[in-house]
């Protein structure tokens, strides 16, 4: 068997440790004489791996008790209406930093709903920076300020969050979450699509502040609406059985393995450092994001001649290096090296690097 090193965006690499022990269990969880995929989600087994998931969430993420943890399907995209039928309700209005493709979706279908109001933006530079925003810029009415918090296809992040008053912040951690130290208490909700940094795809999570629940739309439907799955411990219907599983088996692995949260930021910064370090010293490959909102997760670069880089990504498929190229409105090369992806795979791009730029100097 051969495994390569996968930059995928998304669905991405899994640590290789939890598809062991999910393979080890597969026929048999626990000695219940079925696989996880098999199970009744009203068993007590499946009630303990959905609470142990849950326990899991909160224990890495510090997340305060007054806040629910939500396992939902639909994916992040899902949340792009969930949010304003749930939470612009009070006037009517929110306020959204467009900072790339996601969050600009997200201010289109909120729109849908109310008024929703673009910001700032940084499309006039293809997203390659984080906009500056001051607290007289935010709409002292809103129901909320809406931000995307990493960046997935431009490799963006902010470095510090938006000074936004009291208004209630909430943030898409799709490309982030659990990839370092996170202050939950600074929002009313966050949001993420499971399949980049914790889970195969099909799990979406949210973290909501009790008091933002029960202030749905009338016209929400049941399914929409948090109050359902809060009331009904992510159970009102079938949940994502299997991938809940896989995702508690990746938190155990951040606890246990990689000594939690702070541990994992500093194992992010040291890989995504190597990649930005090699980057700045190059003379083939640059980097295509402002340095101040750089991603830890998403790496983008360019050598800024189109045949060069369609080149560098076919080679570095056959070394098995794999999904280098660009999201298609960008183009260029991005490297995800979400939590999963080892130092050793980072180390051995920016080796394979190295030698193609020696190779076409
Ligand atoms: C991938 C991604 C999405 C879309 O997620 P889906 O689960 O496919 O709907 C939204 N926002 C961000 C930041 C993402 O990275």
């Known amino acids: 068997m051969s495994r390569v090193y996968n930059f995928s965006a998304g669905p991405s690499m899994l640590p290789e440790a939890v598809l062991a022990k999910a393979a080890a269990e597969m026929l048999d969880y626990e000695g219940s004489g079925q696989s996880v995929m098999e199970m009744s989600h009203r068993s007590k087994v499946y009630q303990c791996i959905i609470d142990g998931a849950e326990a ?67 499309a006039d530079k293809t997203y390659s920076y984080i906009p500056e925003t001051k607290r007289e810029d935010f709409d002292t009415e809103a129901d909320y300020v809406h931000i995307c918090m990493n960046n997935t296809i431009y490799g963006t992040k902010y470095a510090q969050l938006p000074d936004v008053g009291d208004i209630p912040l909430v943030a898409d951690i799709s490309s982030c979450i659990a990839s370092e130290p996170l202050d939950v208490s600074k929002f009313v909700l966050l949001y993420a699509g499971a399949q980049k940094n914790l889970a195969p795809a099909g799990l979406t999570i949210v973290i909501v502040r009790e008091d933002f629940l029960g202030k749905a739309m009338d016209i929400t439907p049941t399914m929409l609406n948090y109050v359902t799955h809060a009331e009904n411990g992510s159970m009102f219907n079938t949940p994502p059985c299997y991938t809940i599983y896989v995702c508690k088996l990746v938190l155990e692995w951040i606890k246990n393995e990689m000594g939690g949260l702070e541990k994992m930021k500093a194992h992010n910064e040291a890989k995504a450092a190597l990649l930005y370090n090699f980057l700045d010293n190059s003379k083939l490959f640059k980097g295509t994001v402002e340095k101040n909102s750089r991603s830890l997760m998403n790496i983008p670069f360019i050598t800024g001649n189109e045949e060069l880089d369609a080149k560098f990504v076919k080679e570095a498929t056959a070394a098995g290096f794999v999904n280098l190229k660009g999201h298609r409105s960008v183009g260029g090369m991005r490297a995800s090296i979400y939590n999963a992806m080892p130092m050793e795979g980072v180390e051995a791009l920016v080796a394979f690097m190295q030698k193609f730029e020696e190779e076409n100097a």
Do not use: C, H
Request: avoid cysteine; proline fraction near 3%; aromatic fraction near 10%.
């Open 56 to 122: 899991l969430l909160r224990e890495v993420m510090n997340i305060p008790d007054n806040y629910k943890v939500l396992f939902l399907q639909g994916g992040a995209s899902t949340q792009f209406a969930m949010v304003p039928m749930n939470l612009m309700t009070g006037n009517g209005k929110a306020d959204y930093i467009i900072t790339g493709q996601w969050a600009n979706k997200a201010y289109k279908e909120a729109a849908r709903y109310g008024n929703a109001r673009a910001v700032a933006s940084s």
